[in-house]
Protein backbone atom coordinates (compact mmCIF):
# COMPACT_ATOMS: atom_id res chain seq x y z
CA UNK A 1 0.00 0.00 0.00
CA UNK A 2 1.35 3.54 -0.76
CA UNK A 3 -0.28 6.72 1.03
CA UNK A 4 -0.49 9.93 -0.62
CA UNK A 5 -0.95 13.56 0.73
CA UNK A 6 -0.63 16.51 -0.99
CA UNK A 7 0.29 20.11 0.22
CA UNK A 8 0.47 23.16 -0.50
CA UNK A 9 -2.25 24.58 -1.75
CA UNK A 10 -4.39 27.69 -1.11
CA UNK A 11 -5.15 31.20 -2.17
CA UNK A 12 -3.46 33.07 -5.20
CA UNK A 13 -4.14 35.82 -7.57
CA UNK A 14 -3.69 35.62 -11.33
CA UNK A 15 -0.27 35.41 -12.67
CA UNK A 16 0.80 34.43 -9.05
CA UNK A 17 2.85 30.57 -8.12
CA UNK A 18 1.91 27.40 -5.99
CA UNK A 19 4.15 24.75 -5.50
CA UNK A 20 2.16 21.11 -4.81
CA UNK A 21 3.99 18.55 -2.76
CA UNK A 22 2.70 14.72 -2.58
CA UNK A 23 4.39 12.98 0.42
CA UNK A 24 4.56 9.05 -0.22
CA UNK A 25 4.24 6.35 2.79
CA UNK A 26 4.05 2.98 2.78
CA UNK A 27 6.11 1.79 0.13
CA UNK A 28 8.84 4.00 -2.41
CA UNK A 29 7.57 5.53 -5.61
CA UNK A 30 10.63 4.67 -7.80
CA UNK A 31 8.73 1.74 -9.18
CA UNK A 32 5.80 4.20 -10.11
CA UNK A 33 4.90 6.43 -12.78
CA UNK A 34 3.66 9.66 -10.96
CA UNK A 35 1.28 12.29 -11.96
CA UNK A 36 -1.08 15.06 -10.88
CA UNK A 37 -4.78 15.73 -12.22
CA UNK A 38 -6.94 18.36 -10.99
CA UNK A 39 -10.76 18.49 -10.81
CA UNK A 40 -12.98 21.81 -10.94
CA UNK A 41 -16.75 21.98 -10.02
CA UNK A 42 -18.51 20.25 -12.56
CA UNK A 43 -16.25 19.43 -14.78
CA UNK A 44 -14.32 15.74 -15.54
CA UNK A 45 -10.60 15.23 -13.77
CA UNK A 46 -7.78 16.27 -16.08
CA UNK A 47 -4.77 14.88 -16.36
CA UNK A 48 -2.00 17.79 -16.08
CA UNK A 49 1.40 16.49 -15.85
CA UNK A 50 3.24 13.20 -15.87
CA UNK A 51 6.68 12.45 -15.10
CA UNK A 52 8.69 8.61 -15.26
CA UNK A 53 10.07 6.51 -12.86
CA UNK A 54 13.31 7.79 -12.68
CA UNK A 55 12.21 11.04 -13.64
CA UNK A 56 13.99 11.77 -17.24
CA UNK A 57 10.72 11.92 -18.76
CA UNK A 58 7.71 15.09 -17.91
CA UNK A 59 4.30 15.29 -20.17
CA UNK A 60 1.80 18.35 -19.72
CA UNK A 61 -1.50 19.00 -20.72
CA UNK A 62 -1.50 21.86 -22.86
CA UNK A 63 -3.43 24.11 -20.87
CA UNK A 64 -0.66 24.23 -18.53
CA UNK A 65 2.55 23.48 -20.92
CA UNK A 66 5.09 26.16 -20.52
CA UNK A 67 3.68 27.42 -16.86
CA UNK A 68 3.48 24.22 -14.52
CA UNK A 69 6.85 21.53 -14.13
CA UNK A 70 6.71 18.79 -12.75
CA UNK A 71 9.49 16.73 -10.76
CA UNK A 72 10.09 13.99 -8.60
CA UNK A 73 12.85 12.85 -5.54
CA UNK A 74 12.44 9.02 -5.06
CA UNK A 75 15.36 9.53 -2.72
CA UNK A 76 12.33 11.62 -0.16
CA UNK A 77 9.66 9.98 -1.59
CA UNK A 78 7.99 13.28 -2.78
CA UNK A 79 6.51 14.84 -6.34
CA UNK A 80 6.00 18.17 -6.82
CA UNK A 81 4.46 20.16 -9.06
CA UNK A 82 5.48 23.86 -9.79
CA UNK A 83 3.00 26.38 -10.85
CA UNK A 84 3.77 29.46 -12.41
CA UNK A 85 1.50 32.43 -13.83
CA UNK A 86 -1.08 30.63 -12.26
CA UNK A 87 -4.78 31.22 -14.15
CA UNK A 88 -8.33 31.72 -12.13
CA UNK A 89 -9.04 28.96 -14.87
CA UNK A 90 -6.51 26.37 -12.88
CA UNK A 91 -8.62 26.68 -9.75
CA UNK A 92 -9.43 23.23 -9.16
CA UNK A 93 -8.90 20.09 -6.32
CA UNK A 94 -4.93 19.17 -7.85
CA UNK A 95 -4.92 15.10 -6.69
CA UNK A 96 -1.24 13.44 -7.25
CA UNK A 97 -1.36 9.52 -8.25
CA UNK A 98 0.92 6.34 -8.54
CA UNK A 99 0.80 4.05 -11.12
CA UNK A 100 2.19 1.09 -11.76
CA UNK A 101 1.53 -0.67 -15.12
CA UNK A 102 1.14 2.83 -17.27
CA UNK A 103 3.28 5.27 -18.85
CA UNK A 104 4.24 8.24 -17.19
CA UNK A 105 2.44 10.27 -20.45
CA UNK A 106 -0.87 8.22 -19.97
CA UNK A 107 -1.80 7.32 -16.90
CA UNK A 108 -5.01 5.60 -17.02
CA UNK A 109 -5.61 3.50 -14.05
CA UNK A 110 -3.58 4.84 -11.03
CA UNK A 111 -3.21 2.62 -8.50
CA UNK A 112 -2.78 4.91 -5.67
CA UNK A 113 -4.44 8.71 -5.13
CA UNK A 114 -4.14 11.20 -3.06
CA UNK A 115 -6.98 13.16 -1.11
CA UNK A 116 -6.61 16.46 -2.77
CA UNK A 117 -5.48 19.66 -2.38
CA UNK A 118 -7.59 22.86 -3.75
CA UNK A 119 -6.23 25.40 -5.55
CA UNK A 120 -7.94 29.01 -5.62
CA UNK A 121 -6.91 31.59 -8.46
CA UNK A 122 -8.59 35.15 -8.18
CA UNK A 123 -8.57 37.12 -11.12
Known amino acids: QVQLVESGGGLVQAGGSLRLSCAAS????????MGWFRQAPGKEREFVAG????????YYADSVKGRFTISRSNAKNTVYLQMNNLKPEDTAVYYC????????????????WGQGTQVTVSS
Open 97 to 112: AADFNDPYYKLGSPDY
Open 26 to 33: GRTLSSYA
Open 51 to 58: ISRGGSNT
